[in-house]
């Protein structure tokens, strides 16, 4: 059998999908809005300003060129392949099954962890704002073990509980799900907005000096320091455009309408983190976020005096990081659904509910181990297995990009990559640029998850393949 047979477009066009398709272009920007604007504003502005100090907004700006010129790859793919799997299927067409097998392996470590990294930095927000009204969960229920240097803690039970509510949302169906993110995501964006106005005052020039205090990369006591590491933690923000390709058969006119939802919703963050990154560097010194590693924009609201809006805030940030989580677990429910219908995994992942038209089992399934995930793994972990497995998608998307434009030219697309081949070369550059910031116990964390993915292609999906009977 081969392991690089490859699938045809015109075979995946003419799959009558069972989903529904409900989704318009603003339906898709506020899915990628959703998505991509939460943790990276709300928790991971504390990290990367300690790692690269007042330059964070140069780190987010280097971030969003790297997830832009990917964007470019993945629109044409969208438009050019409008069905379900994103960077999974878009490999299948291009490369072949081993390697869409591995691609599609590395998108269930993707959103399953990205979901858990988020509800872990959601958590933080949770129990700030519920001790506001005089209610406390005991410390040691706040987050995973190792969570905090001299704090003893065991359990993420905030974390475990949205995942759980979440996947229950996103096994009733995608009208449920879109108009929940809809409503959250005007909230986020309204509080972020508040914020900026009431703050952007507060800015002392004399905190952004020096502006790049550990340079471009330093590495000291096993530690990378600077603005590409800091690039390499920020990278995890923009995670979530993508998550809109893979959910073309739910799209009205996918092949016109992805495109936009991606490249918008990925516009308005970039705009909407430099600003947020700016404004917190230069109210506060970098080096006092060390102090709110959990909610690091509550440092900016305590120096400014603004207690009265750190309830909004947190408010907030508990709805923007529950529409993370939920595109998230949406994302991830596609992806197996995608690898069961070809065969790769079981049945049990690709069995759509009559009921609510949604892959029901596959959903709980992984929405348990995600919940699982989210209890006992601190979130320096999740985050950069999640960006090392994304970055490595990204790559080969843009490599398919070049591939079929030289190998089927004649295909229709709806929308074209600008550029080709400079711009999935630049994408291709800029995703090695920031592998190379990661810890290497990351890359042995990858490694593992590599040859786990590897054992299971071998040992059930190469026999079950759909493609052994074409």
């Known amino acids: 059998?081969?392991?690089?047979?490859?699938?045809?477009?015109?075979?995946?066009?003419?799959?009558?999908?069972?989903?529904?398709?409900?989704?318009?272009?603003?339906?898709?920007?506020?899915?990628?809005?959703?998505?991509?604007?939460g943790t990276g504003i709300f928790v991971l502005t504390g990290k990367g300003a300690l790692t690269t100090g007042p330059s964070l907004s140069l780190s987010f700006f280097i971030a969003a060129v790297c997830c832009g010129f990917a964007g470019l790859c993945y629109a044409e793919f969208a438009s050019m392949a409008p069905v379900s799997g994103s960077a999974y299927t878009y490999s299948y067409i291009s490369f072949g099954e081993i390697v869409a097998f591995i691609i599609g392996w590395d998108l269930i470590l993707e959103y399953a962890l990205g979901a858990a990294t988020v509800a872990a930095g959601w958590s933080g927000y949770f129990t700030n704002f519920i001790s506001g009204f005089g209610i406390h969960i005991p410390t040691f229920l706040t987050a995973a073990p190792g969570t905090t240097p001299g704090v003893t803690t065991y359990f993420n039970l905030p974390g475990f509980l949205i995942i759980l509510f979440i996947t229950t949302v996103v096994a009733m169906g995608i009208n449920q799900t879109k108009h929940l993110n809809d409503t959250m995501v005007i909230i986020k964006l309204a509080v972020i907005l508040l914020f900026l106005a009431c703050t952007v005052w507060f800015i002392k020039a004399g905190n952004w000096r020096p502006f790049t205090p550990y340079g471009w990369y330093t590495f000291h006591k096993g530690v990378a320091s600077g603005v590409i590491p800091a690039a390499s933690i920020c990278f995890f923000s923009f995670i979530g455009f993508d998550s809109v390709s893979s959910s073309a058969e739910e799209t009205v006119n996918p092949s016109k309408t992805l495109p936009k939802g991606i490249?918008?919703?990925?516009?308005?963050?970039?705009?909407?983190?430099?600003?947020m990154s700016l404004t917190m560097t230069g109210v506060v010194k970098y080096?006092?976020?060390?102090?709110?590693?959990?909610?690091?924009?509550?440092?900016?609201?305590?120096?400014?005096?603004?207690?009265?809006?750190?309830?909004?805030?947190?408010?907030?940030?508990?709805?923007?990081?529950?529409?993370?989580?939920?595109?998230?677990?949406?994302?991830?429910?596609?992806?197996?659904?995608?690898?069961?219908?070809?065969?790769?995994?079981?049945?049990?992942?690709?069995?759509?509910?009559?009921?609510?038209?949604?892959?029901?089992?596959?959903t709980w399934f992984f929405g348990i181990i995600t919940s699982i995930a989210a209890g006992f793994i601190n979130l320096n972990i999740l985050s950069e297995l999640v960006n090392i497995g994304t970055l490595t998608a990204f790559i080969l998307v843009s490599a398919g990009v070049m591939w079929m434009r030289k190998s089927h030219p004649e295909i229709e697309r709806g929308f074209k990559a600008p550029g080709v081949p400079v711009t999935p070369l630049i994408a291709i550059a800029f995703c090695l640029l920031l592998i190379a910031g990661l810890n290497w116990e990351t890359w042995l964390r990858f490694g593992i998850w590599f040859v786990i993915g590897l054992c299971v292609y071998f040992g059930y999906g190469r026999k079950h393949s759909k493609m052994n009977n074409e």
């Not at 015109?10 to 603003?26: D, G, I, M, Y």
């Not at 308005?268 to 600003?275: D, M, S």
């Not at 596609?334 to 029901?360: A, C, K, N, W």
Request: hydrophobic share 50%; no cysteine.
């Open 1 to 37: 059998m081969d392991l690089f047979r490859k699938k045809e477009i015109s075979t995946l066009l003419a799959h009558q999908s069972p989903l529904k398709r409900t989704l318009h272009t603003w339906d898709l920007i506020f899915l990628g809005i959703g998505d991509i604007i």
């Open 263 to 275: 490249m918008f919703s990925l516009v308005i963050a970039t705009v909407l983190y430099i600003a």
């Open 287 to 362: 080096t006092v976020f060390a102090k709110y590693l959990d909610a690091p924009i509550l440092a900016v609201l305590h120096t400014t005096g603004q207690s009265w809006l750190a309830m909004i805030v947190s408010l907030g940030a508990i709805l923007g990081m529950t529409t993370v989580i939920l595109v998230q677990i949406y994302g991830q429910s596609l992806i197996t659904y995608s690898m069961s219908r070809d065969g790769l995994f079981p049945e049990f992942f690709g069995h759509v509910s009559l009921r609510h038209q949604t892959h029901y089992k596959g």
